[in-house]
């Protein structure tokens, strides 16, 4: 059974640092991995789509690396914003073809 | 296409009540899912239908829990008899199904308060 587990569940930052969010994932055979952004009270807003042929995706100041083998992903903020407080999650797609997401962490960026 | 659309946003009911949410996918995605999050934790499988058929429903999903999907468009989710700890957050997604990129995409979700 997959399970995905994020470290830290809480982070807080000053604005403009630079950070790393960890996703660790049991089963190596997945489809691809997605990272998603959710506001309180609200769904889930994609983020990156890594596929599982992939070592790394980029959008803007986000950037997510896959290590399939060692079951690893990392998010790397750079340049933090407090517009960028939110919970981050991971989730993992593989054979069963649906979504294992981690219990997320909560970043907290202060001005 | 404005993204996955759940209505209603927010639903209290009494319990023992029934309650039903619907979910309008992206248009072109064959793939809907439906999941349950709970404060603090990341959202849970419930079902998930390919076109019309429903394909797997997880041992979360009870007898009182049913969902449909008529002509592969939009889905309901119906829970009947509506208990205390079924309040949470419950969120639809689609995809295009393709073997290389499955990018789920997700509703603003229905938050269901059972008192």
């Known amino acids: 059974k997959q399970e995905v587990t994020q470290i830290p569940a809480a982070l807080s930052v000053p604005e403009g640092e630079n950070l790393v969010l960890n996703c660790s994932f049991t089963?190596?055979?997945?489809?691809?991995l997605q990272w998603f952004r959710q506001d309180p009270g609200k769904g889930l807003t994609s983020l990156l789509l890594?596929?599982?042929?992939?070592r790394e995706q980029t959008s803007g100041r986000l950037n997510a690396s896959l290590d399939k083998s060692s079951g690893r992903s990392t998010l790397y903020i750079a340049a933090s914003q407090p517009g960028d407080s939110a919970t981050y999650l991971c989730?993992?797609?593989?054979?069963?073809?649906?979504?294992?997401f981690g219990q997320g962490t909560r970043l907290t960026i202060n001005p | 296409d404005t993204g996955v659309s759940q209505d209603p946003r927010h639903k209290i009911t009494k319990r023992g009540q029934n309650v039903t949410f619907r979910c309008d996918p992206i248009?072109?995605?064959?793939?809907l899912y439906w999941y349950r999050q709970t404060l603090g934790q990341g959202p849970e499988f419930l079902t998930y239908?390919?076109?019309?058929?429903?394909?797997?429903k997880s041992r979360l999903l009870s007898d009182r829990f049913s969902a449909e999907r008529p002509k592969g468009s939009f889905s309901t989710l119906e829970i009947q008899r509506t208990e205390q700890g079924d309040s949470a957050m419950y969120l639809c997604?689609?995809?295009?199904?393709?073997?290389?990129?499955?990018?789920?995409?997700f509703g603003q979700g229905t938050r269901l308060t059972v008192v």
């Open positions: 248009s072109e995605h064959n793939r």
């Open positions: 089963d190596s055979a997945i489809y691809n």
């Open positions: 239908f390919q076109n019309e058929a429903q394909l797997e």
């Open positions: 890594i596929q599982s042929s992939q």
């Open positions: 997604a689609s995809t295009l199904a393709r073997r290389l990129n499955t990018e789920a995409f």
């Open positions: 989730a993992v797609e593989g054979g069963a073809q649906k979504l294992v």
